[in-house]
């Protein structure tokens, strides 16, 4: 997977100047129109495989979604009705409906590449905090059992954070105002939690 996504931004560089990709807002699509073979078809054919590669990452979110949802309902910390498992697809029915829902309304509310930017704005935090957990967990549980050993620990999972840092402040300094809408958004979970979990007399989880 590595190689092949060097392989493709080599390609990208090969095709265009530096300039031009900063430029272009739908760079494979620049790429693919300078390809003879394709002729003047070339921005279509990369349409049309963004158009499939999107429809296989939307069946992951939407199954990985929709069961936080479900997950934090069967624990008190939202909605009961998320809860619900349809009796006929034993699948959380109501989760699977919230989830849909909430992505139709930001699909009206921002074009394709306002929805790429903040969806990968928007992820980012997450993999930046699993990869610090690595450091957590070695310092607070040096015996823990680990089957899989991060590669070039501590070095590789630092450079990540680093560059991770700079692409989050990056995207503040040349986008504040999606970026701020954008982590207003997921920051807005943190008061929602803990009020549910007052509102219902639970005590707030601790991780284990």
């Given at each position: 997977m590595?190689?092949?996504?060097?392989?493709?931004?080599?390609?990208?560089?090969?095709?265009?100047?530096?300039?031009?990709?900063?430029d272009s807002k739908l760079v494979a699509a620049s790429v693919a129109a300078r390809i003879p073979l394709l002729g003047g078809a070339g921005a279509a054919v990369v349409a049309a495989a963004v158009v499939i590669s999107a429809f296989s990452g939307l069946n992951a979110s939407m199954l990985a979604g929709s069961r936080i949802f479900y997950a934090m309902a069967d624990?008190?910390?939202?909605?009961?009705?998320?809860?619900?498992?349809?009796?006929?697809?034993?699948?959380?029915s109501v989760a699977i409906w919230l989830a849909t829902a909430l992505g139709v309304a930001y699909v009206l509310e921002n074009d394709f590449a306002q929805l790429a930017d903040k969806f990968i704005l928007g992820i980012w935090p997450f993999y930046t905090l699993a990869v610090a957990a690595v450091f957590v967990l070695r310092a607070r549980r040096p015996e823990l059992p680990r089957p899989y050993r991060v590669f070039g620990y501590p070095i590789v999972p630092a450079l990540f954070l680093i560059a991770s840092l700079y692409m989050v402040l990056n995207a503040l300094i040349t986008d504040p105002r999606n970026t701020g809408i954008t982590f207003a958004i997921i920051l807005a979970g943190v008061p929602a939690f803990w009020l549910r979990s007052w509102r219902w007399g639970r005590k707030v989880p601790q991780a284990q």
């Amino acid at each position: 997977m590595i190689v092949a996504y060097l392989v493709v931004n080599v390609g990208f560089l090969y095709a265009l100047t530096p300039q031009t990709m900063a430029d272009s807002k739908l760079v494979a699509a620049s790429v693919a129109a300078r390809i003879p073979l394709l002729g003047g078809a070339g921005a279509a054919v990369v349409a049309a495989a963004v158009v499939i590669s999107a429809f296989s990452g939307l069946n992951a979110s939407m199954l990985a979604g929709s069961r936080i949802f479900y997950a934090m309902a069967d624990r008190g910390l939202f909605f009961r009705a998320a809860a619900r498992v349809s009796p006929r697809f034993d699948s959380p029915s109501v989760a699977i409906w919230l989830a849909t829902a909430l992505g139709v309304a930001y699909v009206l509310e921002n074009d394709f590449a306002q929805l790429a930017d903040k969806f990968i704005l928007g992820i980012w935090p997450f993999y930046t905090l699993a990869v610090a957990a690595v450091f957590v967990l070695r310092a607070r549980r040096p015996e823990l059992p680990r089957p899989y050993r991060v590669f070039g620990y501590p070095i590789v999972p630092a450079l990540f954070l680093i560059a991770s840092l700079y692409m989050v402040l990056n995207a503040l300094i040349t986008d504040p105002r999606n970026t701020g809408i954008t982590f207003a958004i997921i920051l807005a979970g943190v008061p929602a939690f803990w009020l549910r979990s007052w509102r219902w007399g639970r005590k707030v989880p601790q991780a284990q």
